[in-house]
């Protein structure tokens, strides 16, 4: 890096905070504002306020958002946030109890990245101040990150910065209470609102986001109607038709090849797609591996959702144990999972290595694994999630003779992850999330040599790679 470049001034990570809370809201502004690479725009007290916030004026680089709030909720929030098109990376503040993390997840899974756990009103002052360095950690992670995405890292000048990035500031952050219904105060040194509010550009990375310890028996409103997040318009895929034949081809017109090992992907939605992928799927052959973009903290809330909706036994993967057939193998929160064959046994690597692409678990470092161990022999199944985690991983899978398949538009939360994949060409199949599992049981009951009778199916269902 050239003498120029590292002396290049950065500015500082912008943060919204939003907490119904008057204490906590007095925490977070003491702790962020004490460190100058931090700069608070605003604070609010219940999620519509940021919701409306957001409408018309430009995402900081940072929210900070309670779980419990009036009016509307950390995970309502959450939604509505990502309904607007808006990537900012969001860090849940909640509590450490069961119930908090089962509603934190819910929120990962609606499109949170994080979370942060508050500690009670008894806790002493180190309970407090060492969340309040974690907190601050994320902050920077995720704000530095966002910046780069967004290219957004130099200076903000009073005369010099694009309209659609300036806030109005006053000299000290004012929060806007629910019965003045007025807009938010940011803090001094930023120039004033000018024009419409910028339209956010999609994130490269993937953010994560979770749900909650309690999952429904068969959450069947999932499976007869899409998501209430509606992602952008992508290729049309064809309807699939009623009966399945009884053998199929795969997208080149070879046989089908049964696989050794499945891997599945997902990021923002997976938490409900998940149970409800797993819920139809009775038994299975191979060993199965999932990963989900979510902090470490909430792995185990997923794997308990996940086992409540299925048969099969469910474990978080430990580092060079081996994947059983029939067994669902979950990849810790914000570790990396890669497999190798030993013999006939699928073996789990688990490292701590950093993000790919923004990504940890990363699918693409999941993929690459099973492609050069496993070749033809993996199949992966790449459902709901924003960003473009898999697709690279996937290219690789493909060119190794594995093929891959993906949740369809309709009953994704968020096409990015999947419609990346179609999109360049290298689904074998696009699919409703409840059709799925019954690709999954016909691949992995492939007789070899039956070549013949659901080329129309096959047809209907795959997309043509370029």
Request: proline share 9%; charged share 20%; aromatic share 4%.
């Amino acid at each position: 890096m050239s003498a120029a470049a590292a002396s290049k001034p950065t500015r500082p990570v912008d943060v919204i905070f939003v907490d119904d809370s008057v204490a906590v809201r007095r925490f977070l502004q003491a702790t962020i504002s004490q460190d100058k690479e931090f700069r608070i725009v605003c604070s609010f007290t219940n999620g519509k306020q940021i919701v409306d916030y957001l409408r018309t004026n430009p995402a900081p680089d940072v929210l900070v958002l309670d779980v419990e709030m009036p009016e509307l909720d950390g995970r309502g929030a959450v939604a509505g946030i990502r309904e607007l098109g808006c990537k900012v990376p969001i860090i849940m503040f909640s509590t450490l109890t069961k119930r908090g993390q089962a509603t934190t997840l819910e929120c990962i899974g609606s499109g949170a990245n994080d979370y942060v756990a508050k500690p009670s009103t008894g806790d002493g002052n180190t309970k407090w101040s060492d969340m309040g360095a974690d907190l601050l950690k994320k902050l920077r992670t995720y704000g530095r990150a966002q910046q780069q995405r967004t290219g957004m890292t130099a200076p903000r000048s009073r005369t010099g910065a694009p309209a659609e990035h300036r806030t109005v500031m006053p000299s000290a952050v004012r929060t806007v209470m629910p019965s003045t219904g007025r807009g938010p105060t940011p803090v001094a040194g930023m120039s004033p609102a000018v024009g419409a509010a910028r339209t956010l550009t999609p994130a490269t990375g993937a953010l994560p986001k979770l749900s909650g310890l309690r999952a429904p028996a068969v959450p069947r409103e999932l499976l007869a109607k899409p998501s209430a997040i509606q992602p952008a318009a992508g290729p049309a895929v064809p309807a699939r038709p009623a009966q399945r034949p009884a053998a199929v081809r795969n997208a080149q017109g070879r046989p089908l090849i049964r696989p050794d090992v499945v891997l599945v992907a997902s990021s923002m939605g997976g938490p409900d797609a998940l149970p409800v992928f797993f819920s139809t799927l009775s038994q299975a052959s191979v060993p199965i591996c999932v990963v989900q973009h979510m902090p470490a903290s909430l792995t185990e809330a997923l794997k308990t959702r996940i086992e409540r909706a299925t048969s099969l036994p469910v474990r978080v993967a430990d580092h060079n144990a081996v994947a059983r057939p029939g067994e669902i193998t979950l990849c810790p929160g914000w570790k990396h999972l890669t497999v190798r064959r030993d013999g006939a046994q699928v073996v789990c690597l688990v490292d701590d290595t950093p993000p790919v692409a923004g990504a940890k678990p990363a699918a693409d470092k999941l993929f690459a694994s099973a492609a050069q161990t496993f070749g033809p022999r993996a199949l992966a199944i790449v459902l709901t999630g924003m960003g473009s985690d898999g697709l690279a991983g996937a290219r690789q899978l493909v060119d190794a003779g594995a093929e891959v398949i993906v949740q369809d538009q309709k009953t994704s939360a968020a096409w990015g992850m999947p419609g990346g994949v179609v999109g360049a060409g290298l689904a074998a199949a696009v699919l409703p999330l409840n059709g799925l599992a019954e690709e999954l049981r016909m691949r992995l009951s492939a007789i070899p040599g039956r070549e013949e009778g659901a080329k129309g199916w096959r047809e209907a269902c795959r997309v043509e790679r370029a």
